[in-house]
């Protein structure tokens, strides 16, 4: 009798009993530990009033440019020592100064005409003088010739005088009437001989004045304070009519022509309208917005809408207050962005407490338009906003009971850092700020509360 399968029952036994021992004793006390707060910062957000703004880009320029352009020719011989590009020059300080000889002969030649023009006027002044005396003269004396011319015709009548002596009175009579004729004629003639010379005189008086009015060209001053931007005249060069000596810019004041799209201008022009924000301007009522084109910087400006410019490289320095201008009258033709210009006064004033150094032509600025605060909105730094595989904006709140809540908002105008949330949030919420990680609902939370959004 084979017994060897039975030595494998006594093991088989001791592991079945083992087994149920070990599944059947209860189980042992385990410590529970303590649920684990992740920190996060957290802000309150609070209805507020919004400053509505727009943003635009451009390059600083000079307000008033002016170029000298040679008007005479001639060599130069005066010119400031050290003249130069960047060089500022006050206004009125002579520039450049020309060799003034013969533009001097040709004044004393213009005078001298005047002068000879002016005796030939007092010459014939005095010549019609003495013709209308003369004239006098001679109607006295045709009297005298017709009284004798009748008294020897009346003693021709009489049978006392003679042919011949009447002949030779009416020949004198007819002498004299033709030197009285003669005489009327030269007195006709003084009023177109003296309107010729008047005009002479004229033209002589303008020769002058064209003279005059080279010689003065001949000192080139600054029309204004400004700075020197260019310069080709040296001094001993020979300058011809129509070469451009120098180019100045004013320092008084620059302009930005800030180009932005039309669009960032809606939000800011629609809270102009009954003391609404943007945001609470429901599409039906802006359609029915109209605003005269014309007229729209002086909306701008009634609005109390204000312009600061900035250096575009440090958005953190102290801005330039602006006034704003005009508006360019036509649209890019490359990006379609219309033009605001905008003046900034003193440009070259630097401000040591505020950092803020020189605005220098040609600078790259960023011009901000902002309107007065207004309206009751909620606004939320722009971090604090995520994006879900669906496209759908929300944010991470914290409940009453410290606990990650997820709540998907509808946003509005982006300003700056901020992005004004028209839907999903109320007052008093607490705002989870950044990003939880991990981000799991319903984890608890330790927050470090930062001011409320409204607060300034």
């Given at each position: 009798?084979?017994?060897?399968?039975?030595?494998?029952?006594?093991?088989?036994?001791?592991?079945?009993?083992?087994?149920?021992?070990?599944?059947?004793?209860?189980?042992?006390?385990?410590?529970?530990?303590?649920?684990?707060?992740?920190?996060?910062?957290?802000?309150?957000?609070?209805?507020?009033?919004?400053?509505?703004?727009?943003?635009?880009?451009?390059?600083?320029?000079?307000?008033?440019?002016?170029?000298?352009?040679?008007?005479?020719?001639?060599?130069?011989?005066?010119?400031?020592?050290?003249?130069?590009?960047?060089?500022?020059?006050?206004?009125?300080?002579?520039?450049?100064?020309?060799?003034?000889?013969?533009?001097?002969?040709?004044?004393?030649?213009?005078?001298?005409?005047?002068?000879?023009?002016?005796?030939?006027?007092?010459?014939?002044?005095?010549?019609?003088?003495?013709?209308?005396?003369?004239?006098?003269?001679?109607?006295?004396?045709?009297?005298?010739?017709?009284?004798?011319?009748?008294?020897?015709?009346?003693?021709?009548?009489?049978?006392?005088?003679?042919?011949?002596?009447?002949?030779?009175?009416?020949?004198?009579?007819?002498?004299?009437?033709?030197?009285?004729?003669?005489?009327?004629?030269?007195?006709?003639?003084?009023?177109?001989?003296?309107?010729?010379?008047?005009?002479?005189?004229?033209?002589?008086?303008?020769?002058?004045?064209?003279?005059?009015?080279?010689?003065?060209?001949?000192?080139?001053?600054?029309?204004?304070?400004?700075?020197?931007?260019?310069?080709?005249?040296?001094?001993?060069?020979?300058?011809?009519?129509?070469?451009?000596?120098?180019?100045?810019?004013?320092?008084?004041?620059?302009?930005?022509?800030?180009?932005?799209?039309?669009?960032?201008?809606?939000?800011?022009?629609?809270?102009?309208?009954?003391?609404?924000?943007?945001?609470?301007?429901?599409?039906?009522?802006?359609?029915?917005?109209?605003?005269?084109?014309?007229?729209?910087?002086?909306?701008?400006?009634?609005?109390?809408?204000?312009?600061?410019?900035?250096?575009?490289?440090?958005?953190?320095?102290?801005?330039?207050?602006?006034?704003?201008?005009?508006?360019?009258?036509?649209?890019?033709?490359?990006?379609?962005?219309?033009?605001?210009?905008?003046?900034?006064?003193?440009?070259?004033?630097?401000?040591?407490?505020?950092?803020?150094?020189?605005?220098?032509?040609?600078?790259?600025?960023?011009?901000?338009?902002?309107?007065?605060?207004?309206?009751?909105?909620?606004?939320?730094?722009?971090?604090?906003?995520?994006?879900?595989?669906?496209?759908?904006?929300?944010?991470y709140v914290a409940n009453d009971d410290d606990r990650l809540e997820m709540r998907e908002v509808q946003l509005g105008q982006v300003l700056k850092d901020q992005v004004i949330v028209i839907k999903g949030l109320r007052d008093g919420q607490?705002?989870?700020?950044?990003?939880?990680?991990?981000?799991?609902?319903?984890?608890?939370?330790?927050?470090?509360?930062?001011?409320?959004?409204?607060?300034?």
């Amino acid at each position: 009798m084979n017994l060897k399968p039975l030595l494998l029952l006594p093991p088989l036994v001791v592991g079945a009993v083992g087994f149920v021992w070990m599944t059947s004793r209860p189980a042992p006390d385990m410590p529970t530990l303590p649920e684990t707060a992740l920190a996060v910062r957290m802000q309150t957000i609070s209805s507020h009033p919004i400053a509505s703004e727009a943003v635009g880009y451009g390059r600083v320029a000079a307000e008033h440019s002016w170029s000298a352009i040679a008007e005479v020719q001639g060599r130069m011989v005066e010119m400031p020592v050290g003249l130069d590009v960047g060089n500022i020059v006050e206004k009125d300080q002579v520039l450049f100064g020309m060799d003034r000889t013969d533009h001097e002969l040709a004044h004393s030649k213009a005078l001298a005409n005047v002068a000879s023009v002016k005796a030939q006027i007092a010459e014939m002044t005095r010549q019609e003088e003495n013709t209308t005396k003369l004239r006098d003269v001679e109607r006295r004396i045709l009297e005298v010739a017709q009284a004798e011319y009748e008294r020897v015709k009346s003693l021709l009548d009489r049978g006392a005088g003679s042919v011949a002596a009447v002949d030779s009175a009416q020949k004198s009579l007819l002498a004299q009437q033709m030197s009285l004729t003669k005489t009327d004629n030269t007195l006709a003639l003084f009023p177109a001989q003296k309107e010729t010379l008047g005009a002479t005189l004229t033209l002589r008086l303008a020769e002058l004045a064209e003279a005059e009015r080279a010689l003065s060209k001949t000192t080139i001053r600054a029309p204004f304070r400004g700075r020197v931007a260019s310069i080709s005249g040296e001094l001993g060069q020979f300058v011809r009519v129509g070469d451009n000596l120098i180019t100045l810019e004013s320092t008084d004041a620059v302009e930005v022509v800030a180009e932005l799209q039309p669009s960032a201008f809606g939000p800011l022009v629609f809270s102009l309208f009954n003391g609404k924000s943007a945001p609470d301007i429901a599409p039906d009522v802006a359609a029915d917005v109209e605003i005269e084109t014309s007229r729209f910087v002086d909306v701008l400006n009634e609005a109390g809408v204000t312009a600061t410019v900035r250096l575009a490289s440090n958005t953190e320095m102290q801005g330039w207050s602006a006034q704003i201008m005009r508006q360019r009258g036509s649209m890019d033709s490359e990006t379609s962005a219309m033009g605001i210009v905008v003046r900034v006064s003193d440009p070259l004033v630097a401000h040591p407490v505020l950092h803020r150094p020189p605005l220098q032509v040609g600078s790259f600025v960023e011009v901000t338009f902002q309107t007065k605060p207004t309206g009751n909105n909620l606004s939320i730094p722009r971090n604090a906003v995520h994006m879900s595989d669906q496209g759908t904006s929300f944010v991470y709140v914290a409940n009453d009971d410290d606990r990650l809540e997820m709540r998907e908002v509808q946003l509005g105008q982006v300003l700056k850092d901020q992005v004004i949330v028209i839907k999903g949030l109320r007052d008093g919420q607490r705002l989870v700020l950044g990003s939880p990680n991990p981000p799991v609902l319903g984890m608890k939370l330790a927050p470090v509360d930062l001011p409320e959004s409204g607060d300034k």
